[in-house]
């Protein structure tokens, strides 16, 4: 009943026992999966299975799943979320992937597709703008349905929440954090507790990007390397946020601007994303050469200012409407092997032997 399950409000085993009132009596989550079921291997290769699927971020990715190790062996407060962090960096370079990906690893099954939220936090720049998050005040309208996040805690307690641009957040949500990340509780609109002792906690941030941006424009960026880049951004971290709320949390790390090798290597990601169904339901096999790669990359690049984000754009452009084109047309039948070349600066496909 959707009408129910809308209305949960539970936390952990142990705050029932300690007699905590948040409304566990009500029913149990809908999410099967919990932190307590994954496995000691399945974390032991976690930071692994995220390097396959994100490029250039080992460093960050390392502290992150050492982190969630040491919650998983118990080294950690259980009453707190399993890990709060904060990645600055430039725009473009994987901040968000990496949690993305981080549920998709960890949390995400075949049966279960939820565990994630993105609070996208240019949406809460007003004071009032919590409300969305725990629910208007009683007597407001909708104060009964409960907020975004407490009501997603309440039905998928192991879960990913990410605060996305968290500098363009009102002050209201930082004491919210502050809250999760000291008690790992939440109190909704209605006055129900939701605990977050098996949430993930994420934050974006690009602060002092546009700054950096500035220098190099300047004529300076020709020798800023990445220890300068680390440097400015921390020192503009700690100008715009208040240090309580940043001592709060378990790490902030910088997620480094990404080098050529790495353009390349997230061009095949994409490529290999893009034929993914293609392979599947067309039986075609599709290959590709150094030259296809260095065409995508090269083909209207503006790294510094948009990093990777601008790759999957060209690689439908370039590579899958030509693909689509050719196979509509049935230039090639089921069980084809292809191969992708260049040829004129477009990329052309022929049949391998």
Same mark, same amino acid.
């Given at each position: ?52 699927? %994100?490029?250039? !971020?080992?460093? %960050?990715?390392? !502290? &992150? ?23 600055? #960096?430039?725009?473009?370079? #994987? ?23 993105? &609070?996208?936090?240019?949406? @809460? ?14 007597? @407001? ?49 209605? #006055? ?14 690009? %602060? ?85 790669? !260095?065409?995508? @990359? ?28 050719? %196979? ?26």
């Amino acid at each position: 009943n959707p009408e129910l399950r809308r209305n949960l409000r539970v936390g952990p085993q142990q705050n029932r026992a300690e007699g905590n009132k948040c409304a566990a009596a009500i029913g149990e989550p809908a999410q099967k999966r919990r932190f307590n079921d994954v496995t000691p291997g399945e974390v032991l290769t976690l930071a692994d299975r995220i390097k396959k699927r %994100v490029v250039g !971020q080992d460093h %960050v990715i390392d !502290q &992150i799943t050492e982190s969630i190790e040491m919650a998983k062996a118990d080294l950690k407060n259980p009453r707190r979320p399993k890990g709060s962090f904060l990645l600055i #960096g430039p725009t473009g370079v #994987g901040k968000t992937l990496i949690f993305e990906v981080l549920f998709e690893e960890l949390i995400k099954t075949a049966e279960e597709e939820d565990g994630f939220i993105c &609070i996208d936090c240019p949406e @809460y720049c007003l004071e009032h703008d919590i409300a969305k998050l725990i629910g208007a005040p009683p007597g @407001y309208i909708m104060s009964d349905k409960g907020g975004l996040l407490t009501n997603h805690i309440a039905m998928y307690p192991f879960s990913v929440v990410l605060f996305d641009e968290i500098e363009k957040a009102h002050q209201s949500i930082y004491n919210l954090q502050m809250k999760i990340t000291d008690k790992g509780m939440l109190t909704d609109s209605q #006055g129900n507790k939701v605990s977050l002792s098996e949430a993930i906690i994420g934050m974006t941030s690009n %602060v002092g990007v546009k700054e950096m941006q500035g220098l190099k424009a300047l004529g300076f960026g020709a020798r800023i390397d990445e220890e300068t880049k680390r440097e400015h951004l921390e020192k503009s971290l700690f100008g715009h946020f208040n240090p309580e709320w940043l001592g709060r949390l378990d790490g902030i790390f910088y997620c480094r601007s990404l080098a050529a090798e790495d353009y390349l290597k997230i061009v095949d990601l994409e490529l290999a994303l893009a034929l993914k169904w293609f392979a599947e339901r067309r039986k075609i096999e599709v290959s590709w050469n150094e030259d296809v790669k !260095q065409l995508i @990359y090269a083909n209207g690049a503006d790294t510094d200012r948009f990093g990777a984000r601008p790759i999957k754009g060209r690689v439908e452009r370039l590579f899958s409407k030509p693909l689509s084109k050719c %196979v509509l047309r049935n230039d090639f039948q089921e069980g084809d092997r292809l191969e992708a070349g260049v040829e004129k600066e477009k990329i052309i496909f022929e049949r391998r032997s």
